[in-house]
Structure formats: structure tokens, C-alpha cells
């Protein structure tokens, strides 16, 4: 069938269809491609971007490409400050952060409670010391402050309080955390912690849709090791940003080696995620193909039925084609070449939409779900199975119905018989 | 010694609609010399058409034996048929049967191609069909932009353009005014004076007199063969 001459033939039958198709309905063709195109990427990589937008905020909020945690065993990193003084000699370090962590109590309006009886306007919260200046330096926490302001170096008494801990930017009451009402900028809170109490003022608000710090409280660390009674130095977290390009998995390695996992958990961001949310990629990623696959049963029924009009309403020229001796093959081919241009120009076209605006879109502005900041996931080589795919069922979807119609009978198609 | 270029015995085509089947062609013999211009003539419905039909293997006899050149159609499989087509035959149809995406040069060159002429010799090919047709100057026209006339002079362009064995021609006056069939006429004449076998369906009987032998048909049968 794909002989040399048939498909040289069938070239230059298709090519002078498609020049000489009216553009409109040429154009609308290949609008329908690239629908069906961006419908087959789109709808994936979306639902894979919205966890991978979870994936991101983590580690650039949080964990930075590696963190060091206190082992299961203890409460802190032992030995920080040399741990630290080491991760800073390393090549592909950037920028590190270290944190405290303890559970604690805030509780506000204290001083307007009018008996014992009545509900403490008070919930649990976790409470993060850090270094206001590194800290925003290394997750951009000032950005996320969405009333009153950052902490400053040297601030004391001052506190900024995740969104889900209070009552006006929370979802609602969930076990165990109950947001707190009236509170706003300025509000003097307690916080109570190791049985030790403290009234501080709330300086800011910071609003994120990672839940371990929408339910945290940032103040700084000095401040919160003298409320947990420490005098070392020795942090719960060392969260570390490596320069573009390194492998977190290699660093991680290289933190082994050296001994570090005896003194603390070292996790790359990736092994940091709740495995939770890898299944829950996956669940979308198959979710988002089952649809694509959809999209491309679409399609192809669509190129069928076009291309299927369109060789029913040249049965006549088909019938005349034969009668001349063109070989069926040939006329064949060249509704093939024809199915291939539209996918091909679908595609290309998509791919310019896809690169050229719709990821760089979504990076500059994410979607805003209420559980993560939303990006297109489109991988090249994704992308390029996808068009492979499209351009395969366009190929079949506009084979089968000119060869339908190339087997009728040739005389019957010249003279319009049924 | 002339040869017989066509050689037809006891030809039969019928049509089966449901349970009743027409008989169109009713036993036919004829024999069609190298070089002979034949008009085949008869009445509506009298059977001219399927007979040039199976003549030119668009069509598949009920029974009876077909040779051209000497070769037995009925034992040809579609692709020997459709190669004979291609190479031994040219065709020019009533309605011109042009395909309208196609240039006249396209048109006529096509066929060319399939055969595997070069691009440049087929274009070459065709320009001198067209040319030799008195539409030399109209080889970049879509069929749209020709008249009747002009599009069966591109059609007999594609017919000859491969020096076919033989030129069917299925009532190629019908639709043409008495000018433009002059000239198709004509066309033919001279065709013919070169050598060219040519077997015409026609019912005009001022085009049949362009031919050395009129064969009348009537009810499937040859009625005359003069």
C-alpha cells in the first residue's frame, strides 16, 4: 500500500485539497484539533499541577530541597551549631534556615471574660522560633503577611498568627483547633507554653495553604527559647536551600555520609510531603488521562465524521480517480496526509498556546484553589506521547472512512449510484 | 493486416433489482480494428453507455468475454484493471469529470504522475496535450474557471496526454453547445487521422458521421455495423 508512487501520489492529491479547501472550513478543523489537543494536556496538568502547586509551596515555604528534622527519639537537633557551621561549607548550599517548634496555647479576649464557665475563646496551635530576617529569606514569610506587618530583628512580645487560627480566615471549627474570633492586628494574646504563660501582641497575620503553617505561630526564636526553658542552641528544623540545578537526593546522600543522620532526620522536600498527597497525585493523574481519553474519542469521532462527509461528498471525484487509474491506495494516502495536517497543525498550534502562554500564565498567575496555588504541569515528553497519541487516532479516524469510500464500487461512485 | 484491438463474444450485462433482474446488454459481438473510430449509437436506455462500460473495464460483465490486446478481462484481478486503465485507456466522460481542486495542467498531468512520470515530464507531457487542444494558455485554470467547452478539451487532454491504446468516450458533445463540439469533433478527427483507436458513445448522428464505423445498439443488441 505505502509504496513510493502512492504516496507521492497521495501527497500531491492532499496538498492541493487542503490549498484549495475552503479556509474557514480548514481553519475550523484545526480548531477542533487544537481543542482536543489542549483538552488532552490541559485537564491533566492541571490536576497534577494543583498537587504539584502543594509540592512547591512546601518547598518554598517550608522545607526549602532538604530538611533536617530532630529525631524521633528527641526534641531537637543535637549538636546544631556544628551541624549548621558543616551544611555551610557545603558547594551546593544557597541559604538555610533554622526553626524551633513546640505545641503551645494562645488564647485571646482573656480579659473580657466575664466568668469560668464561659468557652475560653482559645485553641491549640503549634509555635515556630525563628530568625525573622533568615526565615524571610528564605521562604518569603513577609509576603504571606495579609494584615499588619512582619516581625522585625530584635522585635519581642510581637507574634504573627497563621490564617487557620483565626475565626475570619479559617474554613471553620475542625477537632482540636478552634480559630479564634475578634482578634486583629494590634490584639494583646497569651500564649501559654510548658506551663508558661506569656501575653504577647499579634503583629501580623500570615495567610498560606500549607496547613502545618496556617496552624502555626511565628515569633522569634530567642523569645521562644526562653518561654521552653532552653539555653542550647540546639533547633527542631534546618531547612536547607540548595543552588538551581543540585539533586536533593544527592545532597541528602552526602549529609549521610557525613555522618549527620545520627544526630538528625535528614528528608529531601519530596520525602518530606504526607504520602497522601503522592497518591492523591497519582489518583489525578489518572483521573486527568481518563478524561483525556474522552477528549480523544472526541476527536477522532469528529475527524471521522469530517472527513467522512467529505469523502461522501467527493465520492464522484473519488469514483473519478479510480475510472482514470489512480490506485486506491493512493487516494487513500492522501486523505491520511490530510488527517495528519490537521492533527500536526492542531498540535503546533497548541503547542504555542500551551508554551507560550498557558504555563507561563499559570506560573505568573496561579490558579487559587483553597488547598494549593495551582500550576500546569506539561512535561515535554508528555506532551510529545499526547501529540504522538492524537496524531495516531486523527491517522485512523481519517483513514477509515476514505477507505469506506474507496471500495465502493467505481462506476457506481461516478454515476452517483447507490 | 489490421488487428483487433477490442474483441467482444456474446457479451451479457444485467442488473438485478430484488427479484427482477434487467438484461441491458443481450449478447453482444463485436470487434473493434487498431486504429478504427467508432461511434456507437442507439436510443435512451438502449444499452450504448454499459456497453462502453464494460468495453473499459469501469464495469463487470454478467457473462460473456472481453480482449483488449489480446487479454482476457474477466480473469484480471482490481489492481491489473486498474493499471490497465491507467496505462491502455483514456477516458472523456459527458460531464468532463475534472476534479475541481486540480489546475488543467493538474488535471491532465495526474494520471501521468501515477504512472511515475517524473514531475517534470508528466508537467511537460501535459502542457503538450493541452497545448495540442488550443488551451495553451489556459494551463493554471481550476476547471471553475473554464467554460464547458474548454473543461472537455481538458478532459480529452487527460485522456490522450499518456498515449493511450484506446479513447473512450461517452457522449463527450452532450453537453456543449454546437461550437465548442465542433471543435471536441475535431479534436477527435484528428486524433484519429494519428491513429488513435476511439470508441464513442453517441445519439448525435451530424458527430456519429466523424467516425469510419457506426454501430447502432437497440435493446441490447447491435441492430447495424456499418
Keep these: 500500500m505505502f509504496s513510493l508512487l502512492n504516496i507521492r501520489v497521495g501527497f500531491y492529491l492532499a496538498l492541493r485539497q487542503l490549498r484549495r479547501a475552503s479556509r474557514w472550513t480548514t481553519g475550523l478543523i484545526v480548531f477542533v484539533m487544537l481543542l482536543t489537543f489542549l483538552n488532552l494536556v490541559v485537564v491533566t496538568g492541571i490536576l497534577v499541577g494543583l498537587i504539584e502547586g502543594i509540592n512547591e509551596s512546601y518547598r518554598t515555604q517550608y522545607t526549602g530541597d532538604v530538611i533536617l528534622s530532630a529525631l524521633s527519639t528527641k526534641e531537637y537537633i543535637e549538636d546544631t551549631p556544628s551541624v549548621v557551621a558543616f551544611i555551610k561549607t557545603l558547594p551546593h548550599v544557597s541559604l538555610l534556615t533554622e526553626r524551633y517548634q513546640t505545641g503551645g496555647t494562645i488564647e485571646a479576649n482573656y480579659l473580657t471574660r466575664t466568668s469560668n464557665t464561659e468557652k475560653p475563646n482559645a485553641t491549640r496551635a503549634q509555635i515556630i522560633g525563628i530568625d525573622p530576617v533568615a526565615e524571610d529569606a528564605f521562604t518569603e514569610l513577609a509576603t504571606h503577611v495579609i494584615e499588619g506587618e512582619y516581625l522585625a530583628e530584635g522585635d519581642y512580645d510581637h507574634i504573627l498568627i497563621g490564617n487557620y487560627l483565626l475565626a475570619q480566615y479559617a474554613f471553620g471549627e475542625l477537632p482540636g483547633l478552634t480559630p479564634l474570633k475578634n482578634v486583629s492586628p494590634g490584639t494583646k494574646v497569651r500564649l501559654t507554653i510548658n506551663g508558661a504563660t506569656r501575653e504577647v501582641i499579634a503583629k501580623g497575620f500570615v495567610k498560606t495553604k500549607i496547613d502545618a503553617l496556617a496552624m502555626s505561630i511565628f515569633m522569634p526564636a530567642a523569645e521562644l527559647r526562653t518561654l521552653m526553658g532552653r539555653a542550647d542552641q540546639n533547633v527542631m528544623q534546618i531547612a536547607i536551600r540548595l543552588v538551581p540545578g543540585s539533586d536533593p537526593d544527592a545532597f541528602k546522600k552526602l549529609l549521610l555520609d557525613s555522618g549527620i543522620g545520627e544526630k538528625a532526620k535528614v528528608q529531601t522536600f519530596t520525602d518530606s510531603i504526607p504520602n497522601g498527597v503522592a497518591d492523591i497525585k497519582k489518583t489525578f493523574a489518572m483521573l486527568g488521562n481518563g478524561f483525556s481519553s474522552i477528549g480523544l474519542v472526541v476527536a477522532a469521532i469528529t475527524i471521522f465524521i469530517v472527513i467522512f462527509i467529505n469523502a461522501i461528498t467527493r465520492r464522484k471525484f473519488i469514483g473519478i480517480l479510480k475510472g482514470i487509474g489512480i490506485s486506491g491506495e493512493a487516494i487513500e494516502i492522501s486523505y491520511i496526509f490530510q488527517s495528519l495536517f490537521y492533527a500536526i497543525t492542531g498540535s503546533a498550534v497548541g503547542l504555542v498556546v500551551l508554551y507560550g502562554f498557558l504555563v507561563p500564565g499559570l506560573v505568573a498567575h496561579p490558579i487559587n484553589f483553597p488547598f494549593s496555588d495551582g500550576i500546569l504541569v506539561a512535561p515535554a515528553f508528555d506532551t510529545g506521547v499526547r501529540i504522538l497519541l492524537l496524531v495516531l487516532t486523527t491517522v485512523i479516524a481519517g483513514y477509515l472512512p476514505s477507505r469506506m469510500i474507496v471500495r465502493k464500487n467505481t462506476l457506481d461512485s461516478i454515476l452517483g449510484r447507490n | ?226
Design chain 2, 1 to 226: 493486416m489490421t488487428t483487433n484491438i477490442i474483441e467482444v463474444k456474446n457479451l451479457i450485462k444485467s442488473f438485478k433489482d430484488g427479484p427482477t433482474e434487467t438484461r441491458v446488454l443481450k449478447g453482444i459481438d463485436v470487434f473493434v480494428a487498431q486504429g478504427e473510430f467508432v461511434a456507437v449509437m442507439g436510443r435512451s436506455g438502449a444499452g450504448k453507455s454499459t456497453l462502453l462500460y464494460q468495453l473499459s473495464l469501469l464495469d463487470e460483465p454478467t457473462s460473456g468475454e472481453i480482449r483488449i490486446n489480446g487479454k482476457d478481462t474477466h480473469t484480471m484481478s482490481e489492481r491489473e484493471k486498474m493499471l490497465f486503465r491507467l496505462s491502455e485507456f483514456g477516458y472523456v466522460f459527458q460531464d468532463y469529470a475534472l476534479l475541481p481542486e486540480l489546475t488543467a495542467l493538474e488535471n491532465v498531468a495526474l494520471p501521468l504522475y501515477m504512472q511515475g512520470t517524473s514531475r517534470v515530464a508528466a508537467d511537460e507531457k501535459a502542457k503538450a496535450a493541452l497545448t495540442r487542444v488550443g488551451l495553451g494558455s489556459r494551463l493554471g485554470n481550476l476547471p471553475s474557471q473554464l467554460s464547458g467547452g474548454e473543461q472537455q478539451r481538458v478532459s480529452i487532454s487527460r485522456a490522450i496526454a499518456h498515449t493511450p491504446d484506446i479513447l473512450f468516450a461517452d457522449e463527450p458533445t452532450a453537453n456543449l453547445d454546437l461550437e465548442s463540439s465542433a471543435i471536441v469533433m475535431k479534436i477527435f478527427a484528428e486524433l484519429h487521422k494519428g491513429g488513435q483507436t476511439i470508441l464513442m458513445v453517441t445519439h448525435e448522428d451530424e458527430f456519429a458521421k466523424f467516425a469510419e464505423r457506426i454501430i447502432k445498439i437497440d435493446d441490447g443488441k447491435i441492430i447495424s455495423d456499418v
